[in-house]
């Protein structure tokens, strides 16, 4: 069935150093591919998010890119701080929300 | 209260009893979500309610029975759960635009569900 394969599970870093985690999706007709972050004991929340016109989106320090061809897409985090600590989601959609399909998570570590 | 709040925030439970979890969402969406979170596991999209009516079940045991009143409530009713049940449940709501039917979820803080 359509997957969507997140990886690292877990990655820490140094703070001020950069970020990166990779999603794989399975389905050629996505073509919405959002990023939630969800802090410990807190909702998930939209960071990002890119659709299939375009390859690349930037919002201050964070930034998606997508490769259609190979099927992935990434979220690229500079200059981390602590505050960037949390787990972050990547998901997959075709067309509706309905249809959203979601990675397993990244725990993100920004070490001092 | 602004945005998606759900209650309880914390839910335990005997395999026999009967709860529920509300829902309710001040952002005037016309669509509303349940979610159960997993540890390491994604999220699975449970229920989903577009102007009231339901659009998607993706096969959920008849063990959780979804009610959406209206537009701005969602319930979920739980009745004779079993211990692997237990975990975070989201609710969502987003709105739904003609000819565009992603964006933005917006999550309720959730409800941690314990089944003993």
Known sequence: GENVEQHPSTLSVQEGDSA???????DSASNYFP?????????????????????????????????????HFSLHITETQPEDSAVYFCAASKGSNYQLIWGAGTKLIIKP | ETGVTQTP???????TNKKSLKCEQHLGHNAMYWYKQSAKK???????????????????PSRFSPECPNSSHLFLHLHTLQPEDSALYLCASSQLLAGVNTGELFFGEGSRLTVL
């Open chain 1, 20 to 26: 990166v985690i990779k999603c794989t999706y399975s």
């Open chain 2, 42 to 60: 994604p999220l699975e999209l449970m229920f989903v309610y577009s102007l009231e009516e339901r659009v998607e079940n993706n096969s959920v």
């Open chain 2, 9 to 15: 925030r914390h839910l335990v439970m005997g395999m």
């Open chain 1, 35 to 71: 990023w939630y972050k969800q802090e410990l004991g807190k909702r998930p929340q939209l960071i990002i998010d890119i659709r299939s016109n375009v390859g690349e989106k930037k919002d201050q320090r964070i930034a998606v890119t997508l490769n259609k061809t190979a099927k």
